[in-house]
């Protein structure tokens, strides 16, 4: 089988829908959506749409447990700021239909071989997996591979008997995943990696090269990361416009 996976679409429709049709031009046979599929962005609504629709796995961010209530809205920013502000929008826009649906979802999978995870194996919506704690996390992780979002960027460890070693990635290029237990970040679709820009003048500064999403060969065992160029300057006015548009 053939995965597509990928997280922190961050309700931004033109990003979402540039993996999607990636992916499709790829031919994968699922999608798995790692979380946060609201938060930040203009376009809650839809993203929550097209992930119910397409996504085989559809787990839960911390951004979208604001949206079910489960989170206040300023656990995310001030009050006023346009991160809580987002987390508000998307209170008020989601049928309920949808909501009902996200509060069924989890922040953690499991497929066959494969763990998924929002955060990471030890805090399933809240950790942030770096090179600090990658070591830790593959210990506790019970699959050959795991998955993780969050910190919207894209890297790859592999166990050693000392602990993990960080692979490069190189987008395009496949990675064997042999050799012990591999734990994978796709990296973002609607949201910058962290930048001092800021989150809008960044995502405007990272589109060019693309939202990326992650092609999985499980039978292969092998991984390309890949990226979908696309124009972020509509969502930027669509969020300029609902008063989303800040650092």
Same mark, same amino acid.
């Given at each position: ?113 494969? !763990? ?24 506790? !992780? ?16 592999? !166990? ?88």
């Amino acid at each position: 089988m053939v995965v597509a996976a990928f997280g922190d679409a961050h309700a931004h429709a033109e990003a979402f829908e540039a993996v999607l049709g990636a992916a499709a031009a790829r031919g994968v046979d699922e999608l798995w959506s790692l979380g946060d599929m609201i938060g930040r962005g203009p376009d809650p609504e839809h993203v929550v749409a097209r992930t119910r629709e397409r996504c085989a796995v559809a787990l839960m961010g911390n951004h979208d447990y604001g949206a079910t209530g489960a989170a206040e809205p300023t656990r995310f920013g001030e009050p006023g700021s346009p991160a809580a502000r987002s987390i508000e929008l998307a209170r008020e826009r989601l049928p309920g239909a949808a909501v009902e649906w996200m509060r069924s979802r989890k922040p953690a999978a499991r497929r066959a071989d494969v !763990q998924c995870w929002h955060g990471g194996p030890r805090n399933a919506v809240h950790e942030y997996v770096g090179p600090s704690n990658a070591a830790a996390c593959l210990a506790v !992780q019970r699959a050959g591979l795991g998955l993780v979002g969050h910190t919207h960027v894209a890297a790859a460890w592999q !166990q050693t008997r000392s602990g993990a070693r960080a692979v490069r990635i190189r987008v395009g290029e496949p990675l064997e995943l042999a050799g012990g237990k591999w734990l994978l970040n796709p990296g973002a679709v609607g949201a910058p990696a962290p930048s001092r820009l800021g989150w809008w003048n960044a995502l405007a500064a990272q589109a060019a090269y693309g939202a990326y999403w992650l092609l999985l060969d499980l039978e292969r065992r092998a991984a390309t990361w890949q990226r979908a160029p696309y124009d972020p300057a509509p969502a930027r006015e669509r969020a300029r416009a609902l008063g989303l548009d800040g650092s």
